[in-house]
């Protein structure tokens, strides 16, 4: 009856950008990305592959971020894509449009933008192509 989520972002960490490292660029990656620093860029994660990118209290992202799973707890300024899991933590603080799969949201987090869930953005496709060709 109740199922262990199979969705929760792991728990390994591949590469550390530490609370000093300030990143000004994009950054390509897979497996799992903590982020305690400053990064003005894009954060996308390899296609169809499984990455996991947590953002520390002290970090910041300014730019898109694209990822299978996400964790923050910092501040990102820009689109948020989470294929499967997204987290926010109580100082998360998140500028633009949210699209997820699963979201949790504990108290104290901000989201200043529009959040959107990637299975209903599917199926409103689907309904708009069924009204659409009933023409």
């Not at 000093?20 to 894009?42: P, Y």
């Not at 996400?70 to 948020?80: D, I, Q």
């Not at 699963?102 to 901000?110: C, D, K, P, R, Y």
């Amino acid at each position: 009856m109740f199922s262990k989520r199979q969705n929760k972002p792991r728990n390994r960490i591949d590469t550390l950008i530490g609370a000093e490292a300030k990143i000004d660029g994009n950054i390509g990656f897979s497996g799992g990305l903590r982020v305690d620093g400053e990064i003005n860029g894009n954060v996308i994660a390899v296609p169809g592959k499984p990455s996991t990118l947590v953002l520390s209290e002290h970090g910041r992202i300014t730019g898109e971020v694209s990822v299978t799973h996400l964790v923050v707890n910092g501040v990102v300024e820009g689109a948020v894509h989470a294929a499967e899991y997204l987290e926010l933590h109580g100082k998360a603080r998140v500028t633009g449009e949210v699209h997820y799969k699963t979201l949790e949201i504990q108290l104290g987090a901000i989201v200043e933008g529009r959040l959107i869930h990637l299975v209903e953005a599917v199926s409103n496709k689907v309904v708009a192509l069924k009204l659409n060709s009933a023409e």
